[in-house]
Nanobody, 123 residues
């Protein structure tokens, strides 16, 4: 079974940086698409960055130029590098990865969610 485990969140001062990681377990054949979402307290979950493997990434306007989405297929890990962080970036961040994997019933393609990692940016 495919599982995603996130790490890298924490407390950082405004202007600082964090790198979030999202690592897949299981027999991963291909990472098709990566999305990073965030959900601030009292707000809806929003998409902040996405990338289809082999294509250019897309970013929400308010993180463009500050966040970078990437992936390392050999490590089965996707990343969100967050720079010049602002207090309004405070949220729980979730990875969503479209993966083709070999499972008990054969090869399948599914979206999977990480458990979320909390990012707090102090002013």
């Amino acid at each position: 079974q495919v599982q995603l485990v996130e790490s890298g969140g924490g407390l950082v001062q405004a202007g600082g940086s964090l790198r979030l990681s999202c690592t897949a377990s299981g027999i991963i054949l291909h990472i098709n698409k990566v999305k990073w979402y965030r959900q601030a307290p009292g707000k809806q979950r929003e998409l902040v960055a996405e990338m289809t493997t082999g294509s250019s990434p897309n970013y929400a306007e308010h993180v463009k130029g500050r966040f970078i989405i990437s992936q390392d297929n050999a490590k089965k890990t996707v990343y969100l590098q967050m720079n010049s962080l602002k207090p309004e970036d405070t949220a729980v961040y979730y990875c969503n990865v479209d993966i083709t994997a070999a499972q008990d019933r054969g090869i399948s393609r599914n979206e999977h969610w990480g458990q979320g990692t909390k990012v707090t940016v102090s002013s």
